[in-house]
C-alpha cells in the first residue's frame, strides 16, 4: 500500500494510519478516527462519537452502547493477526470495565509478600493484543531518526521490540498520539493484572500451571503439577500461542511489559495510577508477565518485578492501552 500523502510504501493494506506520516486511512463503513466499524444505520461511531457521514434517507437511530450492552462476551476474540507497521481495528482488545481481586492468595505456589490480595475497580479500555512489535517501534526510529533498538539478533518484524527503557515507550505513546489523535499510554499495573487474568482466579490465565506450548519461558522449570517443556532461549514471534479467554497474546511470558505505574510493595495505591512523568521521577516501575529467559513462577498473573526507568533490557518490551471516550 502507497500512502497518498508520504508516498511511502507499508504493507498492511487495512492499517488505520499511515505509520510514517501518521495520515489517517479510511476504509468503507468504518469510523474514519478510531476505525471501528459503524453499526447499521449509525449517525456516530459508538465508539468514539464521531459523526458517520450521512446515509440517503435513513431515519435517526439510537446508537447502541456497546460498553452496556453485549453483556454476553466479556471483552472480545477477534481472530490471530501478525500485527505490522501500522494498526487495524482488529488489533485491539475491549476489555470492559470491573471489579476484580488483584493478588495471589497465600497458599499460590511461588507467590510473594508484595502480592497483597485487594479488590479494585477498573474502567473499560482497548488494549493491544499483543506486545508492540520491532515493525512498530522501527516506523517510529524511522520518522524521528532515533537509533533502533537492539534485536540480539534474533530477528525483528514482528517479534515483540526488547532493549527500550521506560521513557523510550513513553515516548512511542506520544508519538502515536500526536499521528492517530488517539489517547494511547501504558498500562496501569492494575489494568495490566485484570487484563492478564480475564477473569480466571488460578495462578495463570491457563489455569494451576502452564506448558511451553502456551507461552515462551523456560520450560525446563516446571510449575506445580504442570509437565517439562522446553526453553527457546529468545523471544518468539507476538501471537503465536493461544490468546487468554480476552483475546491477548503473550501477556504471560515473551516478555516483561513496561507498566506505567512506581511500583510499590505494599501495593499503597500506586498500582491504579500512571506515574508522574517528570523526568527526574527515577523510582523504579512496574513490570508484568515474565520474559521468554525466566521460570514459570516468574509468569504468574500476580508476580511482579521492577525496573529503573532508565534501564532497558533483552527482557523487556511494552503494550499499549489505546483509551475509550
Ligand atoms: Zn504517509
Ligand atoms: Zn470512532
Redesign the pocket.
Known amino acids: 500500500m502507497i500512502?497518498s500523502?508520504?508516498?511511502?510504501t507499508f504493507p498492511a493494506e487495512d492499517s488505520l494510519f499511515?505509520p510514517?506520516?501518521?495520515?489517517k486511512l479510511e476504509k468503507e463503513n468504518c469510523c474514519a478516527d478510531c476505525g471501528k466499524p459503524y453499526l447499521p444505520h449509525a449517525n456516530f461511531c459508538d465508539r468514539c462519537g464521531a459523526p458517520a457521514p450521512e446515509e440517503e434517507g435513513s431515519a435517526q437511530q439510537t446508537i447502541i452502547d456497546p460498553l452496556n450492552n453485549g453483556e454476553s462476551h466479556h471483552g472480545e476474540v477477534y481472530s490471530t493477526r501478525e500485527v505490522a507497521l501500522g494498526i487495524v481495528y482488529e488489533d485491539w482488545a475491549l476489555i470492559h470495565g470491573g471489579e476484580f481481586v488483584m493478588g495471589s492468595p497465600e497458599d499460590e505456589l511461588y507467590r510473594f509478600d508484595s502480592e497483597r490480595q485487594h479488590r479494585v475497580q477498573i474502567n473499560s479500555f482497548e488494549l493491544l493484543k499483543t506486545p508492540v512489535t520491532f515493525a512498530m517501534y522501527d516506523a517510529y526510529c524511522d520518522v524521528h531518526d532515533i537509533t533502533k533498538p537492539k534485536d540480539e539478533g534474533w530477528g525483528r518484524d514482528s517479534r515483540p521490540v526488547i532493549n527500550i527503557s521506560y521513557w523510550d515507550a513513553l515516548g512511542y505513546c506520544s508519538w502515536l498520539r500526536k499521528v492517530t489523535g488517539w489517547q494511547i499510554r501504558l498500562t496501569t499495573e492494575t489494568e495490566w493484572e485484570y487484563a492478564c487474568r480475564a477473569g480466571s482466579v488460578t495462578p495463570f490465565s491457563t489455569g494451576e500451571s502452564i506448558s511451553s506450548d502456551q507461552a515462551n519461558f523456560d520450560g525446563t522449570y516446571v510449575y506445580g503439577k504442570g509437565e517439562r517443556g522446553i526453553r527457546r532461549g529468545m523471544t518468539t514471534p507476538a501471537g503465536q500461542f493461544p490468546p487468554n479467554l480476552w483475546g491477548l497474546y503473550d501477556m504471560h511470558g515473551n516478555v516483561w511489559e513496561w507498566c506505567a505505574s512506581e511500583y510499590a510493595d505494599d501495593y499503597n495505591g500506586l498500582e491504579q495510577l500512571s506515574a508522574c512523568k517528570a523526568a527526574d521521577n527515577q523510582n523504579p516501575r512496574v513490570l508484568r508477565g515474565g520474559s521468554w529467559y525466566n521460570v514459570p513462577g516468574s509468569l504468574r498473573s500476580a508476580s511482579r518485578n521492577k525496573l529503573a526507568p532508565d534501564l532497558h533490557f533483552l527482557k523487556v518490551g511494552f503494550r499499549i492501552v489505546r483509551e475509550i471516550k
Open positions: 500512502c500523502s508520504c508516498s511511502r499511515c510514517y506520516c501518521g495520515k
